[in-house]
């Protein structure tokens, strides 16, 4: 999921030390395992690991000698936002128990997904600009810190990423000001979609076969999800105690599971990294019944499993998009039932973004011209079709994001 959380007050600048204490077992004497992302943090000069003293000045709206805004001693300012990305289970224990290949290509795989994440949260957020309180707005170029860790706090594997986006942007013209994040907050599903299909498709070309699946919120919410189909559930729900004992705890309280957690958790047991291992290893071997290290990906040459995500690309478009597309299904619902017939089937096309298939729509039909001028004098009714259907659908004079 992606649910950002704001971070405010003295305990924001603290926050730093508390990322490098939670795998603090494997960066002791190191700095947190930070690194910089963003437009906004390339323009400042921020590259590469984050270090404490950069991390807690610019939440204090300063770097070095330079004051990024002119409200960062206001009592109660929000410092930054805390964006924390995770896959589904399956996948921190393919990285779990898997062999050294596997959980480079699940850390790349989630790289990859994050960078997607990052991109969309700098096409959401705003800045304004001007004087006399006529306020344009403006792209706003982000100043973002990810700290990635793989285990939660009774050490159960569990890949995430926190995504500390700093409440500084910087403007095209270099000057700096307080971004305005309404658009990422109003996406916040779509996004947390869009981290999904991203790894989904990450992991499918390293060799992994994923599998459409549906995931519930602790508000029993339903959403589009995935799981990796080598990944025996039995072994996913060996590493999920915590989870477990979290989920029945508050629905027993009636009470969120968030609130559950921050009531019921314990300091971490820093734990030595191989001795951590060696404790997930002996976990999996009583499902998997072999002490050893597993590669949860295909075998050469084998086919990758068929199947259809089309669904999670959906929720994965903009808010905008993605109820257009829903209006739509409803609009063919209704027209099949009033007409009893099949009514209008959308393409598969309607699963991509709009820039996206209005190029693949331009792409086939002329390759339908082109098939057609070779082989036949006369077009088949049914070619005519799909071009008029094209044109409909596809106006050229229709302005896509």
């Known amino acids: 999921m992606f649910n950002p959380g704001k971070l405010a007050g003295a305990n924001a600048e603290r926050y730093f030390d508390h990322l490098g204490k939670t795998d603090g077992y494997y960066c002791k004497n190191e700095e947190p395992p930070g690194r910089w992302h963003g437009q906004g943090a390339a323009a400042l000069g921020l590259d590469g690991r984050v270090k404490s003293r950069d991390f807690k000045q610019v939440m204090n709206g300063r770097l070095h000698d330079r004051q990024l805004v002119a409200n960062a001693g206001a009592p109660g300012r929000v410092k930054a936002w805390d964006c924390p990305v995770a896959p589904p289970r399956s996948v921190s224990v393919a990285y779990a128990v898997g062999s050294p290949d596997t959980r480079a290509a699940i850390k790349a795989a989630h790289t990859t997904a994050v960078r997607a994440v990052i991109e969309r949260m700098e096409a959401t957020v705003e800045t304004r600009a001007g004087q006399g309180g006529k306020h344009k707005t403006e792209g706003a170029r982000l100043v973002i810190g990810e700290f990635f860790h793989d285990t939660n706090r009774a050490n159960e594997p569990s890949i ?4 500390v986006c700093m409440n500084i942007a910087v403007r095209g013209d270099g000057s700096t000001a307080t971004p305005v994040f309404r658009g990422m907050l ?8 869009l981290y999904r299909v991203e790894l989904a498709r990450a992991l499918s070309r390293e060799g992994f076969d994923v599998q459409a699946c549906e995931g519930v919120d602790e508000k029993g919410r339903r959403y589009q999800s995935f799981e990796l189909a080598n ?3 039995a072994l996913t729900a060996a590493f999920s105690k915590r989870s477990d004992e979290i989920k029945k705890a508050a629905a027993d309280k009636g009470i969120s599971r968030s609130l559950e957690n921050r009531k019921t958790r314990e300091k971490k047991t820093e734990i030595p990294r191989a001795d951590l291992d060696r404790q997930w290893l002996k976990t999996a071997a009583a499902v998997l019944g072999a002490e050893q290290q597993v590669d949860f990906r ?4 084998v086919e990758p499993q068929q199947t259809d995500l089309r669904k999670l690309d959906v929720s994965a478009m903009p808010k905008r998009e993605r109820d257009a597309y829903y209006e739509r299904e409803a609009a063919n619902r209704t ?3 009033a007409g009893g017939g099949q009514g209008f089937k959308a393409p598969a096309l309607d699963s ?3 820039a996206a298939v209005a190029g693949a729509a331009k792409g086939l039909a002329a390759l339908i011209a082109a098939a057609q001028t070779k082989s036949q004098p006369q077009k088949p009714r049914q070619i005519e079709q799909l071009e008029r259907s094209l044109e409909r659908r596809f106006d050229p004079s229709e302005q896509y994001d």
Do not use: C, N
């Open 186 to 193: 109003r996406e916040q599903k779509s996004i947390g979609a």
């Open 352 to 354: 991509l973004p709009k």
């Open 298 to 301: 295909r075998s050469p040459g």
């Open 231 to 233: 990944v025996p559930p």
């Open 335 to 337: 027209a099949r039932a």
């Open 160 to 163: 995430h990423s926190h995504l």
